[in-house]
């Protein structure tokens, strides 16, 4: 049973940063691709950055430039690093990984005040 964990998110100020971690149980066979999506209230659920096992990158752009993605394929974990946050990066964000199947986290809240 593969369960994603996500630590990392709070409350900070405008121009603030915060680190996101996601770390997999349950497989011992590195996941095709790796990332974050974010839910604001009342809207949809966006990709905010992926990363495949090679180590290519895709980010949406509202935060290119702001937040780096990375993994550790050993260790089966993914990590968003944060900086310059906005007012309008205040969402719940969910960790996803992919392989044959689709897994995501249980979400963790990200509140960035003005």
């Known amino acids: 049973q593969v369960q994603l964990v996500e630590s990392g998110g709070g409350l900070v100020q405008a121009g603030g940063s915060l680190r996101l971690s996601c770390a997999a149980s349950g497989s011992t066979v590195s996941f095709i691709t790796m990332g974050w999506y974010r839910q604001a209230p009342g809207k949809q659920r966006e990709l905010v950055a992926i990363?495949?096992?090679?180590?290519?990158?895709n980010y949406a752009d509202s935060v290119k430039g702001r937040f780096t993605i990375s993994r550790d394929n050993a260790e089966n974990t993914v990590s968003l690093q944060m900086n310059s946050l906005k007012p309008e990066d205040t969402a719940v964000y969910y960790c996803y990984a992919g392989r044959r199947a689709s897994y995501w986290g249980q979400g963790t809240q990200v509140t960035v005040s003005s």
């Open positions: 990363i495949s096992i090679g180590g290519s990158t």
